[in-house]
């Protein structure tokens, strides 16, 4: 009776643990990680000093990566059920004052100009202006989100600009500039519900830097933890626990709008500052 009674157990158990090994060989081989309850915290980190500004800086190295995974917007149409991103790299730092993220991801081709036909590599940040976390792709009516657009064509022009700048103060010349005048490769905007996406009046708040290199994006997006607008602008308090949710865009796979892969809500723990 004892061994009839082990094997009756056990044989489910077995077949269990074979189905968690197959899933996770699917997903492992579609590039697309397993994250565990434990690791679904991201963590912003408290440093002294100035935050790094650009992809390269060591500062990075020293903050260890949480790997999320992405998957289609299936939620509204036209949904997007196979994106091409499966897996999305973050950091993020502050200092007291500012809080920095660092976004990567595996793109073969740089999409980077936005002409006819064609669509631009991207990614975005939400976060919740209210306590409790709105839809996480666009926000929905009286629960909004502010939404950080890093836009790799508005990136490009900006790195164009100044490439084009400091050639003309070492030459003399001037010439006629038609490259448009970006205050920031991020876009500002307020989300409540699909298609009601607003761009804020006012831009430049969130700054970004990116460089593509290997078949990687790296994006740096960075603000003031302090809050200039009550109502429209993301609060980010040192000590305290909120959400934020990720999208991802690749221009040579036609994504834009609601075409992407995202990554639903995660919680975010900004470091507390010690009080002295």
């Not at 200092?95 to 064609?118: V, Y």
């Not at 790296?218 to 949710?245: C, D, F, I, W, Y």
Request: glycine share 8%; aromatic share 8%; with cysteine.
């Amino acid at each position: 009776m004892v061994h009839k009674t082990t094997k009756t157990v056990s044989r489910p158990l077995l077949l269990l643990f074979l189905c968690i090994l197959v899933v996770a060989g699917v997903l492992g081989g579609l590039g697309i990680p397993l994250v565990s309850s434990e690791g679904m915290i991201i963590r912003a980190h408290l440093v002294e000093g100035d935050l790094p500004t650009t992809p390269e800086d060591a500062a990075w190295s020293k903050v260890t990566p949480m790997t999320l995974p992405l998957s289609g917007q299936v939620i509204t149409r036209p949904v997007w059920p196979e994106p091409t991103a499966r897996a999305l790299t973050v950091r993020t730092l502050h200092n007291g004052t500012e809080i920095a993220f660092l976004l990567e991801w595996q793109d073969n081709t740089k999409n980077d100009r936005l002409t006819p036909g064609t669509f631009r590599d991207g990614v975005a940040i939400g976060l919740p202006l209210g306590d409790a976390p709105a839809f996480f792709c666009m926000g929905q009516l009286d629960h909004y989100i502010n939404i950080w657009h890093w836009k790799a064509d508005w990136q490009s022009d900006i790195d164009r600009r100044a490439a084009r700048s400091t050639d003309r103060q070492r030459e003399g010349v001037r010439t006629f500039e038609v490259i448009p005048r970006r205050v920031s490769s991020v876009e500002d905007l307020i989300g409540g519900g699909f298609s009601t996406l607003t761009t804020k009046e006012k831009q430049g708040r969130v700054q970004g830097k990116a460089t593509w290199k290997d078949g990687i994006w790296h994006v740096v997006m960075r603000r003031p933890l302090s809050s200039e607008e009550q109502e429209n602008e993301a609060k980010l308090v040192p000590g305290r626990v909120q959400t934020v949710s990720f999208a991802v865009w690749n221009g040579e796979n036609k994504e834009r709008n609601g075409q992407k892969a995202v990554a639903p809500w995660f919680q975010l723990v900004i470091d507390p500052v010690a009080k002295i």
